[in-house]
């Protein structure tokens, strides 16, 4: 399949570089490779990203578009996030086709995970 025109990497503010690096590696296991003091690029499976230093955050409130995870295992997976410093801003709820909550990284920035309906 080409990658043409197809998205494939995305970026994010972080104040704190560190605590969202740690975050990510512990919650979803991405890898990171650090540019200077400003900057952190990360891989997974499936997108390749990266995040710089700023006091911005990104927020559905403000417009910001909003990056879903897919879990098999939706409340272990909020545990998970909670565990690793994450706050659950919107809690499950359910809609058609499935349920999912809303949660922010150390960073501030507003972030989904969704599962399919149990049967």
Not at 1 to 18: G, R
Not at 91 to 112: C, D, I, L, Y
Request: a negative charge; hydrophobic letters at 40%; proline letters at 4%.
């Amino acid at each position: 399949m080409s990658n043409h025109e197809k998205i494939n990497y995305v970026e994010y503010p972080a104040h704190n570089l560190a605590a969202t690096k740690t975050f990510f590696q512990q919650v979803f296991g991405w890898t990171f490779e650090d540019f200077g003091h400003d900057y952190i690029a990360f891989k997974n499976d499936i997108l390749e990203g990266g995040f710089f230093r700023s006091e911005l955050r990104a927020s559905t409130d403000h417009g910001s578009a909003l990056l879903v995870f897919y879990s098999e295992e939706l409340e272990a997976t909020q545990a998970k996030i909670q565990h690793a410093g994450g706050s659950i801003i919107k809690p499950v709820f359910s809609f058609p086709g499935g349920r999912r909550f809303h949660f922010t990284e150390p960073s501030g920035n507003e972030f989904a995970v969704w599962a399919q309906p149990a049967d």
